[in-house]
């Protein structure tokens, strides 16, 4: 048992790693350039979709005091303007931040910056009107999901609301698997196997 959990700790370190060493591309990815560029079928599926998530957020609409675990560099937390009131946004990547905090520099958001491994930090009990995660429940494995949703629930004020976008099941088409920097998934991590992100949940 002590060994799982080791394994497990083990992956949640290289997975924090991994995204520090690639906060610089990480954009990229997203907006699929260079190595990430798509073929024009897929490139046009990706945007759809990507719009679809954003317009799910704006009609959700994240008003009040938000929490965003795993902010990243910001492509989300941009959404949150003109909504939110005040966020606290939490990531274990302080280069991440940094993109983020660039991104956000000029906007007209009160925001407040964590450094910290969701896996240790813990919220304020009922601090929050909303809890948003992008592309973050497929990084959660297994045997921590129990207690991040009961970190979630704590974390909400009485009415709180969840807004979750993430991978859907589904193949990945061989192009895109081809364009990945890195397929192997680590013990103990959750794969979502998805589309539009990736063969694996690190994206
Ligand atoms: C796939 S990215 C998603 C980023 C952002 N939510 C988005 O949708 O653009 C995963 C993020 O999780 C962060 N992360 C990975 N492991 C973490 C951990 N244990 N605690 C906090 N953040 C972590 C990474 O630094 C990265 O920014």
Redesign the pocket.
């Known amino acids: 048992m002590g060994s799982i959990v080791a394994l497990v700790d083990e992956a949640?370190?290289e997975?924090?790693e991994?995204?520090?060493a690639r906060?610089g591309e990480?954009d990229e990815w997203?907006v699929r350039r260079g190595r990430y560029a798509l073929p024009p079928e897929l490139e046009r599926q990706w945007f759809h979709d990507v719009a679809q998530a954003e317009t799910a957020l704006r009609d959700f609409a994240p008003t009040g005091r938000v929490l965003?675990?795993?902010?990243?560099?910001?492509?989300?937390?941009r959404h949150l303007v003109g909504h939110a009131q005040h966020v606290t946004a939490?990531?274990?990547?302080p280069?991440?931040i940094e993109y983020n905090r660039e991104r956000l520099a000029g906007a007209r958001l009160n925001i407040e910056y964590i450094v910290?491994?969701?896996?240790?930090?813990q919220p304020p009990p009922a601090a929050y009107d909303v809890v948003m995660?992008?592309?973050?429940l497929?990084?959660v494995p297994d045997d921590r999901l129990a207690e991040f949703w009961s970190g979630v629930r704590s974390a909400l004020k009485p009415g709180g609301r969840v807004f979750v976008?993430d991978s859907a099941a589904g193949g990945v088409p061989a192009d895109d698997r081809a364009a990945w920097p890195r397929l192997r998934r680590p013990a103990g991590a959750r794969s979502s196997a998805s589309w539009p992100?990736a063969a694996n949940?690190?994206?």
């Open positions: 949640i370190a997975q924090i991994y995204y520090r906060a990480y997203w965003e675990l795993a902010c990243g560099t910001g492509l989300w937390t939490v990531d274990a990547s280069e991440v910290a491994d969701l896996f240790g930090w995660f992008t592309y973050w497929s990084h976008i992100t949940s690190w994206c």
